[in-house]
């Protein structure tokens, strides 16, 4: 009979550890989908800001321009940005 009792407890504790991992998993991946979401967020905020600027200053312009020209390193963003005269 106790032989059977612990069993019954192992299998008990392994299932609350494998419901445990599961859980952790889950929140993990929720945080990396919450953390994507809140970037891409930041990115329309700051880039519509940067935008508004842009059109009021010249030199912000100026500014913006050189830093794409410095960050910006991938052709397909390099043609689009060309052709939206932005370099």
Known sequence: MALKSAETKLAALLKR???IKAALSAEREKRKMQAAKD?????????????????QSPDFKQLLVAALRTT??????EKFLKAQGWL
């Open 39 to 55: 970037q891409g967020r930041l990115t329309v905020i700051v880039g519509r800001s940067a935008l508004a600027n842009a059109a």
């Open 17 to 19: 550890q494998s419901d």
């Open 72 to 77: 910006v390193t991938d052709p397909s963003e």
